[in-house]
């Protein structure tokens, strides 16, 4: 599919004002440059050309809100400047895979000055000795070269950081399950306190119970005891009366 038919699929009848991400992987360009972009892109923060057979950015339009651009397996040797005049807002750069072999060629982005992370991988030029040296030498501002700082760092996850601010946004509702929990927790520890003191109050019922049936079985013996010794003092009181 040609990049232009590509775009349009993309836009879903919406307003190219309203696109904030635009991704054109493995779509064609048309002799390779850049077909069917326009400068009514104004909100677009990241674009994606993967694989688009691109030699040139001759006709890539104004992207001042651009931010991250994907152009990695493609055939692009130079002309990198125009990224700056085009882009100039660029924190994130992939040219993986293309045919970059001079730093010359990336000293033209030394006034892209957001530029954070710049992918070179594949490339001839990081075949080149002192290579990784010499690029964060010529462009001061770039934090991560092929994913690492100059000490060997790994660059973090971009989804993971969407991530971390997803769930910072979420606090609230994280927060409010949290007290659900408790409340969850306090409600069944009051339920088995009140279980409990239910259990051991029956067992005090019935231990009065069994106390009370006791006394009364002792009373009984009791009573009984008494009947006899009247009954025997009765006896002996008429064998004295015979006598």
């Known amino acids: 599919m040609d990049m232009k038919k590509r775009i349009t699929l993309e836009l879903r009848n919406r307003n190219p004002a309203e696109i904030a991400e635009l991704v054109l992987d493995n779509s064609r360009s048309a002799d390779g440059e850049v077909d069917g972009l326009t400068d009514e892109f104004t909100e677009l923060e990241f674009l994606s050309m993967v694989n688009v057979g691109l030699t040139s950015f001759a006709k890539l339009p104004s992207l001042p809100k651009l931010r991250k651009l994907e152009l990695s397996d493609n055939n692009l040797s130079g002309s990198l400047e125009m990224l700056s005049e085009k882009c100039p807002n660029l924190t994130y750069l992939n040219l993986s895979g293309n045919k970059i072999k001079e730093l010359s060629t990336v000293e033209a982005l030394q006034h892209l000055k957001s530029l954070q992370s710049l992918d070179l991988f594949n490339c001839e030029i990081t075949s080149l000795e002192e290579y990784r040296e010499s690029v964060f030498e010529l462009l001061p501002q770039v934090t991560y070269l092929d994913g690492f700082d100059q000490e060997d760092n790994e660059a973090p996850d971009s989804e993971a950081e969407d991530e971390d601010e997803d769930g910072e946004d979420g606090a609230g509702p994280t927060g ?59 006896e002996e009181d008429d064998d004295d009366d015979d006598v």
Do not use: C, I, T
């Open 176 to 234: 409010a399950y949290d007290e659900e929990e408790d409340e969850d927790e306090d409600g069944s520890e009051s339920a088995e306190a009140g279980l409990g003191f239910q259990v051991n109050r029956a067992n005090q019922d019935d231990d009065e119970e069994d106390e009370e049936e006791e006394d009364d079985d002792a009373a009984g013996v009791q009573g009984q005891k008494r009947k006899r010794q009247a009954d025997d003092e009765g």
